[in-house]
């Protein structure tokens, strides 16, 4: 009886032995943890199924050994891994190593091993030898493959996390509550990025209340502390930009973005990044003031910019300055297209549309000019420029518009001005002609006087018998002759006065000119004893100007002279030369009575004269003509008597000449 309970009980142990074995094979499957044994007499290694299945074996495989198991260690942790086990033999240390092994199949695992404090086989029972040294190991092998590799990847994350916010110059950070008194501890963790941007030690740790707000710029300490308290007491979060001070003193813009964590309605924490927005914060204030320049000069210069597709009528962008040309107010937000397009004036509209279809299905800019009716009814004359880039959609243009109302007006203004001074020049030309009506006569009537001589002989010799044919061939052409010169002279003096012809440039002789007014004024020269004297250059260039005019400068500073030395005769010399810069100077000079001693700079002024029966607009006239012409005019005082007047002409370049 006594057996059977024996065997009884033996049984149910081994039963139970087998079930802790098993358990004990199944928790170190799950943990992937195995265990082992070593003799270090006989090298002879026992291991238990999961650590047959760590190196890749299938559970008791082959027996193995101290060799079989060397071989299994990856060969760069082979020496180091028992050359520690041997040194901590020797000092009586525990061995523990981490290290790789190579399974038979060539996969490479990581695993970490421990042998307790006490060298035993099983707990408890140390085996030793007499001299006490352990001739049996037994520990643990711990697969951390898995455990490696992810903490690899969380050091592979936080560097590129900490390389991120390096490189964005943003940190992060979390904070368990905000105290609100100036000693509390914020309970807060800062990222290193944190520190830099803020030039602190992080070995000095995250600062209190008091001490953050100390590196707050004084001028935004306030309110970043009010920020503070809505935080902590309403757990909102927040999203300021602030101004800090470092410690060296260098002032940055830092952002500050904190959102409130709550678990279960719970509140947990606060979480949010810092980030250094100094540069962006200093363009965009660059920005803001160039806007505002901007914005100004497009007022100043009555300017509008803008950026749309002219074909889907879709607008990108519409400066203030652009909504007011039109009449629109741009406080009152966005104008769409149509409110623009349908301001234009229904007379300019058809040829504006025309002109915008050709420029959008050629892909080109354009430049145009058109009339609008504003909202008050104002009409307003604008231009519009508009600019297509090839890489943009069809359609798509920037631009400018631009208020030519002003610029529209000064046109008319100085075209009325023009024709004032077409009608004053023609009064000019037109008293002159009552000056040189003597002169005149006398130019017309030599040739008519001669036309009828030769008319008499010419009727004599064809009265004889038989007529004289040759002789009064001779006298009629000397009669043809003698026309002709009648005829020149009223052409010239034709095309002198003629009024209202538009001025035509071109390439005008200064010599011909001066040879056609010689001969017109001859007659007068002559009744007041005056010579005409000239010093032209042999090669005096040409000039692009309008005949007509230059006559009239010519007339004009020449009866000048005339009038100079009208009682005492005198020498009327024309000169002329050539500038470095192909300005042609023109002098006309006198030997009378001089300029007036006062009031020199006024002589060209318009109705300025010192003529008792003068209109003051002769020299007005020719300095207008002057400077229309690209020159200049003005007077000298003749060392000894008299006057000379100048003006430039520019000279026809020479390869065009």
């Known amino acids: 009886m006594a057996d059977e309970d024996v065997q ?225 007491e309403q757990r909102c979060g927040c999203d300021v930009t602030k101004r800090i001070v470092r410690p060296d003193g260098e002032v940055r813009y830092v952002r500050c973005v904190g959102v409130p964590v709550f678990e279960g309605g719970v509140f947990k924490a606060f979480h949010g990044t810092t980030m250094d927005v100094t540069e962006h914060e200093l363009l965009t204030q660059e920005l803001r003031r160039e806007r505002a320049y901007l914005t100004e000069a497009q007022s100043l210069t009555h300017t509008g910019s803008w950026a749309c597709n002219l074909f889907t009528r879709e607008i990108f962008h519409s400066s203030d300055e652009n909504a007011r040309l039109y009449g629109f107010d741009p406080s009152q937000g966005t104008v769409p297209f149509d409110r623009f397009y349908n301001g234009i004036l229904a007379e300019d509209e058809v040829a504006l549309r025309a002109k915008l279809e050709n420029a959008i299905r050629e892909g080109e800019d354009y430049d145009i000019e058109f009339r609008i009716r504003r909202t008050d009814g104002a009409i307003r004359f604008l231009r519009g420029i508009g600019h297509h880039n090839p890489s943009q959609e069809m359609g798509e243009y920037v631009g400018i518009t631009m208020d030519i109302t002003e610029r529209k007006r000064a046109e008319e203004e100085r075209e009325k001005l023009r024709q004032l001074e077409a009608d004053l020049a023609h009064i000019n030309r037109v008293n002159m002609m009552g000056e040189l009506a003597a002169a005149l006569a006398h130019e017309i009537r030599q040739p008519i006087a001669a036309s009828i001589t030769s008319a008499n002989a010419c009727l004599r010799w064809l009265a004889r018998d038989p007529p004289d044919l040759e002789r009064a061939r001779a006298a009629a052409a000397r009669i043809e002759q003698d026309g002709n010169r009648a005829a020149d002279v009223i052409n010239r003096m034709r095309s002198f006065y003629k009024k209202g012809a538009p001025p ?154």
């Open 8 to 232: 009884k009980t033996l049984a149910e142990l081994s039963r139970d032995l087998q079930e802790s074995k098993a358990r004990l094979e199944e928790a170190q499957r799950v943990a992937h943890v195995g265990h082992w044994e070593w003799d270090l007499e006989s090298d002879v290694v026992v291991w238990s199924d999961e650590t047959y299945r760590i190196f890749g074996l299938r559970p008791q495989e082959r027996p193995m050994d101290l060799a079989a198991v060397r071989a299994m260690v990856h060969p760069e942790d082979r020496e180091s891994l028992y050359r520690g086990v041997d040194e901590n033999l020797v000092d009586g240390v525990r061995p523990e190593a981490e290290f790789r092994i190579v399974r038979p199949n060539g996969e490479l695992r990581t695993v970490h091993s421990v042998t307790p404090q006490r060298w035993t086989s099983t707990p408890g029972a140390a085996k030793t030898d007499a001299s006490g040294r352990p001739y049996k190991l037994f520990g643990t092998v711990q697969d951390i493959t898995d455990r490696k590799r992810a903490e690899e990847a969380l050091k592979q994350s936080q560097f590129y996390l900490s390389e991120g916010q390096r490189l964005a110059h943003m940190g992060s950070w979390a904070s368990n509550d905000l105290g609100i008194r100036w000693s509390d501890d914020l309970g807060i963790y800062w990222s290193d990025e944190v520190y830099k941007i803020y030039g602190l030690d992080p070995q000095n740790g995250a600062p209190n209340l008091k001490r953050y707000l100390a590196t707050i710029h004084p001028d935004d300490r306030a309110s970043m502390a009010e920020t503070i308290r809505v935080m902590h």
């Open 504 to 657: 035509e440039r071109g390439i005008v002789d200064l010599k011909d000119i001066i040879r056609e007014m010689t001969a017109l004024l001859r007659r007068e020269t002559v009744r007041h004893s005056i010579k005409i004297h000239s010093e032209l250059d042999v090669d005096m260039p040409t000039v692009l100007a309008d005949r007509v005019q230059l006559q009239q400068v010519f007339m004009n500073l020449m009866l000048n002279a005339i009038d100079a030395m009208r009682d005492t005769g005198g020498e009327l010399t024309i000169r002329s030369r050539l500038t470095p810069e192909r300005q042609l100077v023109v002098s006309i000079g006198d030997t009378g009575v001089g300029l007036p001693a006062e009031n020199t700079e006024r002589i060209f002024d318009a109705f300025h004269t010192t003529k008792p029966q003068g209109t003051g607009m002769g020299l007005a006239i020719t300095r207008s003509i002057v400077e229309a012409h690209g020159g200049r005019v003005w007077a000298t005082a003749n060392q000894e008597a008299g006057a000379t007047f100048h003006f430039t002409l520019p000279a026809k370049p020479e390869a065009d000449a």
